[in-house]
C-alpha cells in the first residue's frame, strides 16, 4: 500500500534514554516533515526536510535532531529524552512544497517518558 | 503559534444533519487545507483551497474562503456516523517557511 510509515507505533522510554523514530514514504515525495500532537495543542512543526540533503527547523525543535537520510526516509531522534517529549509523533510527505494533494501522513508513534 | 483557529471546539449533531466548522488565521496565506483525523489514527487530507478561489466542493464537503476576514468555513452535508472525527484547518503561510500550520481541530460527534 502507498504512503507514509512509521515505526515504532508505540514506544515507553525512560528519562535520559535515546530512540530514533523512523518514517518512510514510498511516494517520490520531495518534502517530508515530523510534527508532534499534544491534546488541545493541536500539531506542532519540529523539523521538515525540503529536499534529499537538506533539514530545517520547525517550531518545536529542540530536543530534537533529524536526518534526511535518502529521499525515502526521514528519521527522528531523541537524544535524552524528557516526561516534556510524551506525545504522538506524526510523519508526513507531500509532492512539493504543499503539494497540490495536501500531506499524507503516517499513523503515528505514540510516546510516553518517564 | 497557532496560525488557525478551529471553531467550535467541539460539536455534536444528529445523523442526517448538516455540520458547520469554521477556521479563521492571522497572516496572509497561500493556501487553506482541511484534514480529517478519526481516533488514534494519523490525519488524512480531505480538501484544498487556494487564496484566489472562494468556494470548492468535493462529495459531501463545502469549503469557502474569505481572505478579507481570514476565515474558512467546512461545511459536511447530510452527515454520517462515520464522519465522527476530529477535523482541522491548517494554513500555507504567505512567505512562512516550509511547512503546514495546523489549527487545534473541531470535535465532530455524529449521533446515530
Known amino acids: 500500500n502507498a504512503g507514509v510509515t512509521q515505526t515504532p507505533k508505540f514506544q515507553v522510554l525512560k528519562t535520559g534514554q535515546s530512540m530514533t523514530l523512523q518514517c518512510a514514504q514510498d511516494m517520490n515525495h520531495n518534502s517530508m516533515y515530523w510534527y508532534r500532537q499534544d491534546p488541545g495543542m493541536g500539531l506542532r512543526l519540529i523539523y521538515y526536510?525540503?529536499?534529499?540533503?537538506?533539514?530545517d527547523k520547525g517550531e518545536v525543535p529542540n530536543g530534537y535532531n533529524v536526518s534526511r537520510l535518502n529521499k525515502r526516509e526521514f528519521s527522528l531522534r531523541l537524544e535524552s529524552a524528557a516526561p516534556s517529549q510524551t506525545s504522538v509523533y506524526f510523519c508526513?510527505?507531500?509532492?512539493?512544497?504543499?503539494?497540490?494533494?495536501?500531506?499524507?501522513f503516517g499513523s503515528g508513534t505514540r510516546l510516553t517518558v518517564v | 503559534s497557532q496560525q488557525g483557529e478551529e471553531d467550535p471546539q467541539a460539536l455534536s449533531i444528529q445523523e442526517g444533519e448538516n455540520a458547520t466548522m469554521n477556521c479563521s488565521y492571522k497572516t496572509s496565506i497561500n493556501n487553506l487545507q482541511w484534514y480529517r483525523q478519526n481516533s488514534g489514527r494519523g490525519l488524512v487530507h480531505l480538501i484544498l483551497?487556494?487564496?484566489?478561489?472562494r468556494e470548492k466542493h468535493s462529495g459531501r464537503l463545502r469549503v469557502t474562503l474569505d481572505t478579507s476576514k481570514k476565515s474558512s468555513s467546512l461545511l459536511i452535508t447530510a452527515s454520517r456516523a462515520a464522519d465522527t472525527a476530529s477535523y482541522f484547518c491548517a494554513t500555507d503561510v504567505k512567505g512562512g517557511a516550509d511547512g503546514l500550520t495546523f489549527g487545534k481541530g473541531t470535535h465532530l460527534i455524529i449521533q446515530p
Open positions: 526536510s525540503a529536499s534529499e540533503g537538506t533539514t
Open positions: 508526513a510527505s507531500s509532492e512539493g512544497r504543499t503539494g497540490i494533494y495536501g500531506y499524507t
Open positions: 483551497i487556494r487564496s484566489n478561489e
